[in-house]
């Protein structure tokens, strides 16, 4: 089995729960349109090609200059998101944006999908306006997750393909979604047909070890019934790979070696590695745009001394554009 490294990662301009996000949401509300490019450099230089936006809006305010709304996150940088595109742009990455989230409660029925109206249609409409030139802005992730009960829900197809249908008429025409309830798939018939009906092109599924819902073993079964479920359907597999830990409500980075397992397991079967995340688990040692606790330093050199280690270091990311196995 070959190892991957990991070459995908969430970050976001302030973390959704403020409890969880302690450890940066006051240094990255204070970046500057430098900070953020040097932030997206470590990413880059660590290995990182694809990075995902976890969203442009939060609780009612946006964190760009909308003219569609005129309630603003308090960030010393003026425009974020074109801060963050505009050094994607500069190192060759693939940024995936995600559209949301403009109400509370960011999460509830799909209903209101977190947007309680047409809200999330009127923005998609200016980020591609305002944004779309970007070379880096290179797809849409759909923030509102998907809650996985052995299979997606109907309503939850519904509206993935409903909005993702909607965003390549206007956009970016890649879609990434990345659901929770891994540990509950089978993988039978019934799973294989909603993949093939479902509108988007990467499902990043979460291994959910971070959480604390499963277990290395039963990784290794789920991720083996997708391998097999996606090759039915036609369809890449990608992983999100949870770096974090809680330390009572506060995510920590994990060690290494519980990474390197996660690593270990899910690389045989996916054919993309994204992570939960670089921004607040990792930072390169001296960073002067560090944003994390302490010893996210350490779990940036443990590996980066893995990438070495196994000579993965520079090793080209796998997009999983189709089903062939890497």
Known sequence: MKLKRLTGTWFDFY???????????STTQRFTDSDWDLKLTEMAEAGFDTLVLLNVALHGKAFYPSDIWTYRWDTVCPDPLEAVLKAGDRLGLTIYVGLGFFTTPIMGSLSISGDASNLKYDFARELAAKYGHHASFAGWYLPVEAAIFTYFSDEYIAYANDLAGFLRRIGPQKVLIAPYGTRSITGDDRFVAQLRALEVDYIAYQDEIGVDRTTFEAVNETFARLREAHDRAGK???????????????????????VKRQIEIVSAYADKLLCYQYLGMMNKPGSPVHAGHETSVRLYEDYMAFLDESGLRGAAGQEGAGTERP
Do not use: I, Q
């Not at 973390?15 to 949401?25: Q, S, T």
């Not at 009572?248 to 290494?256: D, I, M, N, Q």
């Open 236 to 258: 890449p597999l990608w992983a999100d790979l949870e770096l974090f830990r809680f330390a009572g409500k506060v995510l920590h980075p994990a060690p290494f070696e519980r």
């Open 15 to 25: 973390h959704p729960n403020p409890y969880e996000g302690d450890c940066w949401n």
